[in-house]
């Protein structure tokens, strides 16, 4: 596996990790009422899709999930979609989702991406919202997780 894109900070590491990796993290703090297998999603295995791994102390603390697609709302070429994006409940309000946010913001912008976009649970807005999300589109039900909206993050060209 190749080994671009990790990031280093004296507190967490960032990198690259298989798809199989992020799914015991992602039903904890996602999805606890479905099974492992429920949790993979479409896409998980193809070429271009991304997945990384916070980590603290070796111990895996957040993953998320990116790979281009186009927004629902458009046809907005080299869009680039965040999926599955968990972490742990000990590490959270430490900054350690902000780096792995801006991680996969920045993969993105490394493949040329123009639009970065995911469906934010509605308790999640404010922390999309401060990292230049805009809400798109009203509240719907998102099968397993409940109301989410659409949120949309122009990429540096």
């Given amino acids: ?6 990031v280093t900070t004296k507190e967490m590491v960032i990198r690259r990790i298989s798809p199989s990796v992020t799914l015991a993290l992602r039903r904890s703090i ?3 009422h479905l099974s492992i297998k429920e949790c993979r999603h479409e896409g998980d295995s193809n070429a271009e ?13 957040g ?8 927004p629902p709302n458009g046809d ?18 430490s900054g350690s989702g902000k780096k792995l946010l801006a991680h996969c913001i920045d993969y ?8 970065f976009w995911c469906y934010a649970r509605i ?19 998102f ?14 060209q």
């Avoid at 596996?1 to 990790?6: A, D, L, P, V």
């Avoid at 997945?51 to 603390?61: D, K």
């Avoid at 999640?124 to 919202?129: L, W």
């Avoid at 099968?143 to 540096?156: E, F």
């Fill in 108 to 115: 993105a912008n490394t493949q040329n991406g123009n639009i």
């Fill in 143 to 156: 099968p397993h997780v409940g109301p989410v909206k659409l949120m949309i993050k122009p990429l540096i």
């Fill in 63 to 70: 993953v998320a999930s990116v790979f281009k697609a186009v």
């Fill in 123 to 141: 308790t999640a807005i404010p922390f999309y919202e401060k990292y230049g999300f805009k809400i798109n589109g009203v509240a719907f039900d």
């Fill in 1 to 6: 596996m190749e080994n671009i894109c990790t």
């Fill in 76 to 93: 907005q070429a080299d869009s680039w979609r965040l999926r599955g994006m968990a972490v742990s409940e000990k590490a959270r309000n």
């Fill in 30 to 32: 996602l999805r606890p």
């Fill in 49 to 61: 899709t991304r997945h990384f791994g916070a980590y603290e102390n070796a111990e895996l603390i």
